[in-house]
């Protein structure tokens, strides 16, 4: 269904196996057309196993630039990284964002290594979330907003600050023309999940893709890969498709995400 791909992690991250070459090879066995590498951005205080540390970044963008070479004439292969909204690493963002294809927003913590976004359970702590996307957004960090909605991992039920969440952050893809994620990652890969109203898949959800269909959002398909076997298996798209069926969703099957990156970095940055 989908020829290109720009939610791809690597080893370097702690929870992700295989070598990059594999990742490359895989996509290509797949049928894909475009690969991008957006593994988890390296800040200056290391995390093992959420990020890559802050000394593998050169290799990380030797390795995926020879591989562009490599293979340019069966894939195009793209560098970039998975950021968070975090002010104290702002001089460190501000050089990914100069020297990358493109950065996507992937907001797992409220503040570094804190408050994770997987933990959510109050309101507050939801539109705070909302918040760190908002800033991101002001200040044209990234090129799409993947998983909007991991906030909810933990979220008791879909109430009205849930949809309030989804209409802030429609508004704001919107506003900054900037797509929205349908992720097929951990969300629907640890299955189904019980809560207050119900069960569900963690992410993503009918409430917040519903609202971003009405208000004909740009969406994205991620596949979220940490893992190359992932490519080869339709098994988890099909799991978050499943979730969003039926909805008259705008989704970019040919969006061109290298082409609005150049563009947003050149005005902006």
């Known amino acids: 269904m989908i020829q290109a791909n720009y939610h791809t992690h690597t080893s370097r991250c702690g929870h992700a196996i295989g070598t990059d070459e594999e990742y490359v090879q895989a996509a290509i066995q797949a049928g894909f057309r475009k690969l991008g590498f957006s593994d988890h951005a390296a800040y200056n205080t290391p995390q093992p196993r959420e990020r890559m540390d802050i000394t593998q970044v050169d290799d990380y963008y030797q390795s995926i630039r020879s591989l562009q070479e490599q293979y340019k004439d069966q894939i195009d292969i793209y560098l970039g990284m998975e950021i968070e909204y975090y002010p104290t690493e702002w001089e460190t963002i501000t050089k990914y964002r100069k020297e990358l294809d493109?950065?996507?927003?992937?907001?797992?913590?409220?503040?570094?290594?804190?408050?994770?976004?997987?933990?959510?359970?109050?309101p507050q702590q939801l539109h705070q979330y909302v918040d760190c996307i908002e800033e991101a957004c002001k200040h044209y960090m990234c090129?799409?907003?993947?998983?909007?909605?991991?906030?909810?991992?933990?979220?008791?039920?879909?109430?009205?600050?849930?949809?309030?969440?989804?209409?802030r952050i429609a508004d704001l893809s919107l506003y900054y023309d900037i797509p929205l994620e349908i992720n097929c990652g951990s969300g629907v890969r640890t299955g189904l999940k019980t809560y207050k109203d119900g069960t569900r898949y963690a992410y993503p959800t009918h409430t917040f893709f519903e609202?971003?269909?009405?208000?004909?959002?740009?969406?994205?398909?991620?596949?979220?890969?940490?893992?190359?076997?992932?490519?080869?298996?339709?098994?988890?798209?099909?799991?978050?498709?499943?979730?969003?069926?039926?909805?008259?969703?705008?989704?970019?099957t040919d969006y061109d995400l290298i082409s609005a990156a150049k563009e947003r970095k050149k005005r902006f940055w």
């Open 143 to 167: 090129d799409y907003i993947a998983h909007p909605d991991v906030a909810l991992w933990s979220y008791p039920q879909i109430d009205d600050s849930v949809r309030q969440a989804a209409n």
């Open 211 to 252: 609202i971003f269909a009405q208000k004909q959002c740009p969406i994205i398909i991620g596949l979220d890969i940490h893992n190359p076997e992932y490519f080869l298996t339709d098994e988890y798209l099909n799991r978050a498709l499943s979730v969003v069926e039926g909805l008259p969703l705008n989704i970019q």
């Open 102 to 122: 493109y950065v996507i927003l992937g907001q797992h913590n409220l503040s570094i290594d804190k408050d994770s976004a997987y933990e959510i359970t109050t």
